[in-house]
């Protein structure tokens, strides 16, 4: 269930490519024909969900082939402005532990023989892992209240169009409260 998503990220590529997976890989290097933050500065507005969906338009021409990339994000969060590389998307400055405004989904779509106005569905899902440590433990004697977490060896960068992580890393989650609930 997508709680606090609130902003789509996306980029256009014309492509070449026969299929999806070529395209995935043709993408070292270009740069997008188009790329929309509409939570950016001169596109301002809420990307509004309905049922963990959202409806986005994007123009295209007739007889082209294109690889579109979206990122969902809590705004601000990972992707900021207009010039962005969803093949290299980084970690966030100061980390914190225990934020779930660090939730993003990701997808690609190829899209070939456009012919007028059409509609497509793109499934997004999650690029990264979500670290959850107990915070309240039942029948012991323990009562935490902040923790931090270091990451050895994550990846450095996530590339949409792969799927994939590059780089190696060390990423530290600086000391937050426990979230509070079950």
Known sequence: VISNINNIVYAV?????????DARTSLAGKTPINRVNPMAEDHRNTTVFVNNNANISVELFNDQKYIILFWAQVDQTWVEGTDFDLTDITYPDNLEANQSKYEAFCGAAFVEKVKGSRSESVELSRPHAQINIASALTGFPVDIQTSKVKV?????SFNVATGKASGNTDITFKESNNPEGT
């Open 152 to 156: 050895s060896g994550a990846g450095a």
């Open 13 to 21: 590529y014309k492509t070449d490519a026969e299929s999806l997976e």
